[in-house]
């Protein structure tokens, strides 16, 4: 078990930014908005978040307009969704030792 503990990302260790990254494997872009609705989370902390993830490459933003309104979405780069996936094979391995 422990070796398996070794090999979780440090990265998704915050359920906020596993979170994150769930939903935008299940999306190509998912809009800030959309992040703190369903994830229920202050614009500070949503911000702190993904700010982390961006600083690890694990996301990508663009910035657009809808009308006058800014519109900021995110998705997951290969190295994000590289690091997810590995993270959620661990946890499984975690939950299923035998096999």
């Given at each position: 078990?422990?070796?398996?503990?070794?090999?979780?990302?440090?990265?998704?260790?915050?359920?906020?930014?596993?979170?994150?990254?769930?939903?935008?494997?299940?999306?190509?872009?998912?809009?800030?908005?959309?992040?703190?609705?369903?994830?229920?989370?202050?614009?500070?902390?949503?911000?702190?978040?993904?700010?982390?993830?961006?600083?690890?490459?694990?996301?990508?933003?663009?910035?657009?307009?809808v009308g006058r309104k800014?519109?900021?979405?995110?998705?997951?780069?290969?190295?994000?969704?590289?690091?997810?996936?590995?993270?959620?094979?661990?946890?499984?391995?975690?939950?299923?030792?035998?096999?």
């Amino acid at each position: 078990m422990k070796h398996l503990l070794n090999q979780l990302d440090k990265n998704l260790d915050s359920r906020v930014r596993l979170a994150l990254m769930a939903m935008l494997a299940a999306a190509e872009w998912v809009d800030f908005t959309t992040f703190r609705e369903e994830l229920d989370l202050s614009d500070g902390n949503l911000a702190s978040h993904l700010r982390k993830l961006e600083d690890e490459a694990y996301v990508e933003l663009r910035k657009g307009f809808v009308g006058r309104k800014t519109l900021t979405s995110y998705r997951a780069t290969k190295k994000g969704r590289d690091a997810f996936e590995h993270h959620i094979t661990v946890l499984e391995k975690m939950l299923r030792p035998d096999t």
